[in-house]
């Protein structure tokens, strides 16, 4: 038995040195070590064989033989191993060959004019207030000053819902929504989306952002709103930009105006993006009428203040010279990624 275990040690030392690759070690090492039906496991079947007296000592010396076997296979593994490095390491790189870039997403070029936007309000002090898309008649309309059956009502093209509610047509109805929740002094931005049953083309879509500001305080005049969109124009489109207040007329705001920036493409001359007026149209804008400050609780005899609301695709339109409202939405990369 003793020269079955030391002709197995002997194999065991040749092969496992002529091994090349971990898979062939590895069926070697079953062959020998393996549980049932591995070699080193038949002649310990031998054990019984033995006379009673020897069987301590035989088993010492089995064990001891496994012990050497498994640090030959140990080494076996360390040898191929350093074999494989040797071989990866041989290999040439070529450090200069251009690398894969990871990918990178970015704001849509909507959050990123929405973020100027914002920065500028929040310089002033402004606080940003987020309202809901699904609402009442009442905030959208009858709080605003239009009254049921008033024409009005048809010229903002609602989406009404089977609930009962709509789609706001503007982010106006949080001027009251703002002005039940906090008392006075206000200053706010609220942007978000708006919805109107238009039909879809270069300059319609029925789902778009708008951003309400509102400022209601003691004091406050047409002289301020002029003031701070004038600023606000200036900031978005440059320096050179000049602002205009054309009259208007909103149910909600007395005076009211249409704010208008002379054109960045042509300044003023006349081009195809103003189409030859030399001024574009950004929004509306007035004081807040008193009706709509009395049915959010405000004391119009004490309070005034200014409330416009300008929509972000014609800004991002403008100062991108982008000229049709449906690429924000068709999710093109190749227009997309202009603005990564
Ligand atoms: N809500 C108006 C619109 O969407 C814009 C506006 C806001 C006008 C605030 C006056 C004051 O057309």
Redesign the pocket.
């Known amino acids: 038995m003793d020269d079955q275990l030391a002709a197995l040690e002997a194999e065991v030392e040749r092969r496992a040195a002529q091994v090349k690759t971990p898979g062939d070690l590895e069926t070697l090492r079953t062959d020998i070590l393996g549980r049932k039906g591995g070699r080193l496991s038949q002649v310990m079947a031998g054990l019984g064989k033995v006379p009673k007296e020897e069987r301590a000592e035989f088993g010492r010396r089995a064990n001891e033989t496994k012990a050497r076997i498994e640090a030959r296979f140990a080494q076996a593994e360390l040898r191929l191993g350093d074999a494989e490095l040797e071989r990866s390491l041989s290999q040439r790189f070529d450090l200069t060959f251009p690398g894969i870039p990871p990918r990178r997403g970015s704001l849509h070029i909507l959050r990123q004019t929405l973020d100027d936007v914002a920065a500028f309000f929040r310089k002033r002090g402004f606080a940003i207030v987020f309202g809901p898309e699904v609402e009442s008649e009442y905030y959208n309309f009858e709080a605003m000053n239009i009254p049921a059956d008033h024409p009005a009502r048809d010229a903002m093209d609602t989406f009404y819902l089977a609930s009962g509610g709509l789609l706001r047509?503007?982010?106006?109805p949080m001027q009251v929504r703002a002005m039940e929740e906090y008392p006075p002094p206000i200053a706010i931005l609220v942007p978000g989306r708006?919805y109107r049953r238009d039909a879809l083309d270069a300059r319609h879509a029925f789902a778009f952002h708008?951003f309400?500001g509102l400022q209601i305080d003691r004091g406050i005049t047409f002289g301020h709103l002029k003031g701070f969109v004038s600023d606000l124009c200036r900031t978005l489109y440059g320096n050179e930009r000049r602002t205009r207040f054309r009259p208007s007329y909103?149910q909600?705001?007395e005076p009211?105006a249409e704010v208008d920036v002379s054109c960045p493409v042509c300044d003023g001359s006349g081009c195809r993006t103003c189409g030859g007026s030399g001024w574009l149209e950004m929004?509306?804008?007035?004081m807040v009428h008193p009706h709509v400050l009395k049915s959010a609780g405000y004391d119009p005899e004490i309070y005034t203040g200014w409330?416009?609301?300008l929509g972000i695709e014609r800004i991002a339109m403008v100062r991108n010279g982008v000229d049709d409202i449906r690429l924000f939405t068709e999710n093109d990369p190749a227009f997309l990624e202009q603005f990564a």
């Open positions: 047509t503007h982010t106006s708006a708008q309400e909103f909600f705001t009211s929004g509306g804008s007035g409330a416009f609301g």
